[in-house]
């Protein structure tokens, strides 16, 4: 199995380029400028016994995607044989948060344009090069489910892109491509600065929220996306799955 991961030299992909690895993976790590914690995760892919190559990828520029493509279908057949790959985990994407009268027209069109307008035209150009019976996750967030204040347009750019899973799970099912959302809880991560990870006040207060008692670890989530992306879950297409450890039931 090949697995691409976005945003992967940090956070929650990296921990998802880790789990795929552990369970047998080759993996892409993608990156938007971090070449060195890009690396990092290399080595470690290798280190577990598996293998990996890093890539330079920004999903806000959707007009570099056909030379990427071309370029990834180079690497795969000069690395490990094949012009195609089994598993693209959409995870890269931007939080800009603020209340109503505080959003820009900037704030607004970098997170459509990249956590949507990115994540489209990404599985548009690298679904030709998706081996059939390949996976698509598209991580999202709980917040497609509860609310929070000041996260209105972070929240609608990850509810545009369920919904985008949903309809091309149909699309792309005659080639037995399934298509699921991840949509994560609060977890103790370096988004939005580390706020959730290094803020011991915010960390309580979610975590009283939730039915474990607890934010989630990246780990936990890099595991429920090898867990969906694996062939025990081969019925499993169009669905959103939130891991929050039941925040805000």
């Given at each position: 199995?090949?697995?691409?991961?976005?945003?992967?030299?940090?956070?929650?992909?990296?921990?998802?380029?880790?789990?795929?690895?552990?369970?047998?993976?080759?993996?892409?790590?993608?990156?938007?400028?971090?070449?060195?914690?890009?690396?990092?995760?290399?080595?470690?892919?290798?280190?577990?016994?598996?293998?990996?190559?890093s890539s330079r990828l920004d999903i806000s520029d959707v007009g570099s995607f056909?030379?990427?493509?071309?370029?990834?279908?180079?690497?795969?057949?000069?690395?490990?044989?094949?012009?195609?790959?089994?598993?693209?985990?959409?995870?890269?994407?931007?939080?800009?948060?603020?209340?109503?009268?505080?959003?820009?027209?900037?704030?607004?069109?970098?997170?459509?344009?990249?956590?949507?307008?990115?994540?489209?035209?990404?599985?548009?150009?690298?679904?030709?090069?998706?081996?059939d019976s390949g996976r698509i996750v598209n991580v999202t967030t709980s917040l497609?489910?509860?609310?929070?204040?000041?996260?209105?347009?972070?929240?609608?750019?990850?509810?545009a892109v369920e919904a985008m899973s949903r309809s091309l799970a149909s699309e792309?099912?005659?080639?037995?491509?399934?298509?699921?959302?991840?949509?994560?809880?609060?977890?103790?991560?370096?988004?939005?600065?580390?706020?959730?990870?290094?803020?011991?006040?915010?960390?309580?207060?979610?975590?009283?929220?939730?039915?474990?008692?607890?934010?989630?670890?990246?780990?936990?989530?890099?595991?429920?996306?090898?867990?969906?992306?694996?062939?025990?879950?081969?019925?499993?297409?169009?669905?959103?799955?939130?891991?929050?450890?039941?925040?805000?039931?």
């Amino acid at each position: 199995m090949i697995a691409l991961v976005t945003g992967a030299n940090r956070g929650l992909g990296r921990d998802t380029a880790l789990a795929l690895a552990r369970r047998g993976a080759k993996v892409v790590v993608t990156h938007r400028g971090d070449a060195e914690g890009a690396a990092e995760v290399e080595r470690a892919v290798k280190e577990s016994g598996g293998d990996a190559f890093s890539s330079r990828l920004d999903i806000s520029d959707v007009g570099s995607f056909q030379a990427f493509a071309a370029g990834l279908t180079r690497e795969l057949q000069d690395r490990w044989g094949t012009g195609t790959f089994d598993v693209l985990v959409n995870n890269a994407g931007i939080g800009v948060f603020g209340a109503l009268e505080h959003v820009t027209v900037e704030d607004f069109d970098a997170l459509v344009g990249t956590n949507f307008r990115g994540t489209f035209f990404l599985i548009q150009a690298l679904a030709p090069h998706l081996a059939d019976s390949g996976r698509i996750v598209n991580v999202t967030t709980s917040l497609t489910r509860h609310v929070s204040p000041g996260t209105s347009v972070y929240a609608a750019s990850k509810a545009a892109v369920e919904a985008m899973s949903r309809s091309l799970a149909s699309e792309l099912g005659a080639r037995g491509i399934r298509i699921n959302s991840i949509a994560p809880g609060p977890t103790a991560t370096d988004f939005n600065g580390g706020a959730m990870r290094d803020d011991p006040d915010l960390r309580g207060t979610l975590a009283a929220q939730t039915a474990l008692g607890r934010v989630g670890r990246p780990e936990e989530i890099g595991d429920a996306i090898a867990a969906v992306v694996s062939d025990d879950l081969r019925w499993l297409t169009a669905e959103r799955i939130e891991v929050s450890g039941g925040a805000l039931l």
